[in-house]
């Protein structure tokens, strides 16, 4: 009997899954036990657009210190009231042009291969995004209370190389990973014309 109760629950989730609404740019999205609403936000003097948890807020100072401990960390860190799901963004002072996306992306993957074998990486790629292309990998990583995943993403902005990471505790991963691929799919790039 208890088994048939749980096949009847398993079914009932299901059901759940399906109608529940998993488009973050058409409203509350359910990841996990709690809905997120996700809004466009504009980064880097409005030229640089993506769609962010509403609830996600600039890192404080003294927690962004902690996390990222390396001099050079992100520019913007949104990140959750736990300070452990976050998305950044970073501008890198390195030539990037679009066509030359997929071989920036397959050096960084090697370079983080590299620095830390312990490193599992998933999958990885190039894809189209509003006609821009956006070069990615994800992997897991260990860390000092568990592992964590992460999702990095690299795309030409003004001839520049812009990074972008999804991260968050590696127990959470089901439940986010489509959706910060969904993030990255609203990721919009406004350039100036340079008429030269």
């Known amino acids: 009997m208890e088994y048939m109760d749980e096949k009847i629950l398993a079914v009932l989730n ?10 973050i740019s058409a409203g ?11 809004e466009q936000q504009a980064f ?21 210190a902690l996390k990222y401990p390396y001099e050079q960390r992100p520019q913007i860190i949104k990140s959750d009231e736990t300070g452990s799901i976050n998305f950044t963004l970073n501008r890198v002072d390195q030539d990037l042009q679009d066509q030359w996306v997929k071989q920036l992306t397959d050096g960084m993957k090697a370079m983080i291969k590299q620095a830390n074998p312990a490193n599992v990486f998933y999958t990885d790629g190039v894809e189209g995004v509003a006609e821009k292309q956006v070069g990615y990998f994800e992997f897991k990583s260990p860390a000092l209370d568990g592992f964590l995943y992460h999702l990095m993403f690299f795309f030409a902005f003004e001839g520049k190389m812009a990074m972008g990471t999804f991260c968050c505790p590696y127990a959470k991963y089901e439940e986010w990973r489509e959706i910060a691929f969904q993030v990255i799919r609203t990721l919009s790039v406004t350039e100036e014309d340079k008429g030269e």
Do not use: C, L, T
């Open 14 to 23: 299901q059901a759940e899954k399906a109608n529940v609404p998993n488009n």
């Open 28 to 38: 509350p999205v359910r990841v996990g036990n709690r809905f997120y609403e996700f």
């Open 44 to 64: 880097w003097e409005n030229k640089v657009h993506m769609f962010i948890p509403k609830d996600f807020e600039d890192m404080p100072e003294q927690q962004r």
